[in-house]
């Protein structure tokens, strides 16, 4: 049986197990612990088995220090052209300073909840409708690097602030697809007028190739021309006849084919000056019958002026 010492000491036993046991502390990976010694901040417990003073040390905010993201509700946005859009949002962060986090802010979720929804507010209300809608990147990084400067005084890293959804009103909807289907319209009449204007240009282009090709077979054809000309001019200066006749007959004969192949005419009605024309190519027939009897002649009289001994040798 027990006595009064016994008692005694077995209680003195329970209350230091119960002493120790209360100033042995475990925390969780992923927390750290703030102490606080009569009401005051005095140390951080890592993650792991700490000691503490029991009753006078007693643990003060158990703080994440996991990235933890919070959700940002919809909340309607006046642009600066006036449009009003609902624009929703997500946003992550982490507690780096434990103390900081745990004594700097009350609330600490609300405080950055309100700090994100007032800069997405005030950036993009200072932005038009049209590019709230296109550069939302844009909004996302200066979101991001404005809500981390005011946050970090709280031990407060903002890693990410992503906007999920921009709800334009109905009609406003309806305005824009209407413009985008008129933006649409016109630059297809606008390409429409670019391909026409390019095919009139290459037309001209053409036109133009071609204009230049037959003014330069003209000329060709001219310089051929007053060649001849120049020729038969020569000719004449030197007193031949016989080329003023050939160049008579030609003209002649060349004005007579061209009424001659007409189409359109079923009588060919010859000017007066046309005897003239065939005086001229019986002149030439003349001039021809008198040049090849010269030659004839002048071959007749070299045959019968060759030696005696020939002929007669030629006749053995």
Excluded: C, H
Excluded at 6 to 13: A, R
Excluded at 86 to 98: I, S
Excluded at 108 to 113: F, K, Q, V
Aim: proline fraction near 3%; aromatic fraction near 6%.
């Amino acid at each position: 049986m027990f006595s009064g010492f016994d008692i005694v000491l077995l209680v003195l036993v329970v209350l230091v197990l119960l002493l120790i046991f209360s100033g042995i502390k475990t925390v969780p990976q992923g927390f750290n612990y703030t102490v606080e010694r009569f009401g005051r901040y005095t140390r951080t417990l890592s993650p792991g088995l700490n000691i503490i003073v029991p009753f006078i040390d007693q643990v003060g905010a158990k703080m994440n220090m996991m990235e933890q993201v919070l959700d940002i509700p919809t909340q309607d946005i006046i642009t600066r052209d006036n449009a009003t859009v609902a624009v929703d949002g997500v946003a992550f962060y982490q507690v780096l300073n434990a103390p900081q986090a745990a004594y700097q802010v009350s609330g600490l979720e609300n405080a950055i909840l309100n700090l994100t929804m007032t800069n997405i507010r005030s950036v993009m209300g200072s932005m038009d409708l049209d590019e709230l809608l296109s550069n939302r990147d844009a909004i996302n990084e200066r979101l991001l690097r404005i809500v981390d400067e005011a946050a970090n005084p709280w031990g407060i890293k903002i890693t990410r602030v992503e906007i999920k959804d921009i709800n334009p009103p109905a009609n406003l909807v309806e305005s824009m697809a209407r413009q985008m289907m008129a933006e649409r319209n016109k630059r297809a009449q606008i390409l429409e007028a670019e391909g026409l204007k390019q095919a009139e240009i290459l037309e001209a282009e053409g036109r133009k190739e071609a204009a230049f090709r037959d003014a330069e077979a003209r000329e060709r054809a001219a310089e051929a021309e007053a060649k001849a000309t120049q020729v038969v001019s020569e000719a004449i200066a030197m007193g031949d006849v016989q080329a003023v006749n050939y160049f008579i007959a030609q003209k002649y004969t060349e004005a007579l084919s061209t009424i001659g192949s007409s189409s359109n005419n079923k009588i060919v009605l010859m000017p007066f000056e046309a005897s003239s024309l065939i005086g001229t190519l019986g002149g030439i027939g003349s001039i021809a019958r008198e040049v090849f009897g010269e030659e004839a002649k002048t071959v007749r009289r070299a045959s019968s002026a060759r030696p005696p001994s020939t002929r007669s040798t030629n006749q053995d």
